[in-house]
């Protein structure tokens, strides 16, 4: 009885470290310290941020910095019950949730890239270099919220609240799809101008020969890329995966159905 015992509680200490390996479970919520819930199906720690993708194959991610993160919950039509996992009580709030709205930015994004026809994954990119996503963010300029407007700009596009995430993110990307549009698609002209704004690249026919604003479009163009690679890698791999799950069951099959035929012959003679 004893010896049984002890396998019970090492059964029970395997399995208890054998569930906190798992990754994040589908379906998930990331709540954000600035009020932002972003929905992914998994995430991955890269150095000092966390990778959250958005669907299942993982061809779109967003990277968050891993501090601005408050917790995790189910995403909202998995939930079986209002029940949230407790969180330290000094994040403040009922129940030691902090009392703010949340607000999807994956569908933020998606609903003004759609509108205004622009890659979702160069919005996120834009956001991620002008504000780290960070909804309350205000830069030495002025320029304020998520994809950091100047006020002046920001009542030509008609956002009367720069932090207000979904005005300032249709604000923002109605700004980069003209901007878009003005120098012919060209994303790198457009990216200076949204950091330098359109009369600096005008006058130097290009990226201005700031610092600031090379290193800003270097920064969105490499974030981009790095997208882009990982949804081909993700593409690649779906075609290899139907490529080697098909072919050869139809080999084996046609194999099998031929022996069937051979057997049946002998069979009858």
């Known amino acids: 009885m004893r010896f049984v015992a002890q396998i019970r509680i090492a059964l029970g200490m395997m399995l208890a470290f054998s569930l906190g390996a798992l990754p994040c479970t589908a379906g998930e919520v990331a709540v954000l310290k600035n009020g932002f819930s972003i929905k992914h199906e998994r995430r991955e720690v890269v150095g000092d941020v966390t990778r959250l993708y958005v669907n299942a194959d993982g061809s779109s991610f967003v990277d968050v910095p891993t501090a601005e993160i408050e917790h995790y919950e189910a995403a909202p039509e998995e939930r079986a019950s209002n029940y949230r996992p407790p969180v330290p009580s000094s994040l403040g709030g009922d129940h030691g949730f902090p009392v703010h709205p949340q607000t999807d930015l994956n569908t933020v994004v998606n609903e003004a890239s759609g509108r205004y026809r622009l890659d979702p994954d160069l919005v996120n990119s834009v956001i991620k270099a002008e504000s780290d996503f960070n909804v309350h963010a205000v830069s030495r300029k002025g320029a304020q919220g998520l994809m ?52 600096r690249v005008e006058q130097f026919g290009g990226v201005p020969p700031y610092y600031e604003t090379k290193a800003y479009v270097a920064r969105v163009v490499k974030d981009f890329n790095k997208k882009k690679i990982a949804e081909a890698a993700a593409a690649k791999g779906r075609a290899t995966k139907i490529a080697n799950n098909s072919s050869p069951r139809s080999t084996q099959t046609a194999s099998q159905n031929a022996n069937a035929k051979v057997n049946s012959v002998h069979g009858n003679e």
């Not at 009367?160 to 700004?175: H, L, P």
């Open 148 to 199: 950091q407007l100047m006020p002046g700009t920001a009542s030509q596009l008609g956002v009367g609240n720069s932090f207000d995430a979904q005005a300032n993110v249709e604000g923002g990307t109605k700004y980069l799809r003209a901007l878009m549009e003005k120098y012919n698609f060209d994303m790198v002209r457009a990216l200076a101008a949204y950091n330098a704004g359109p009369q």
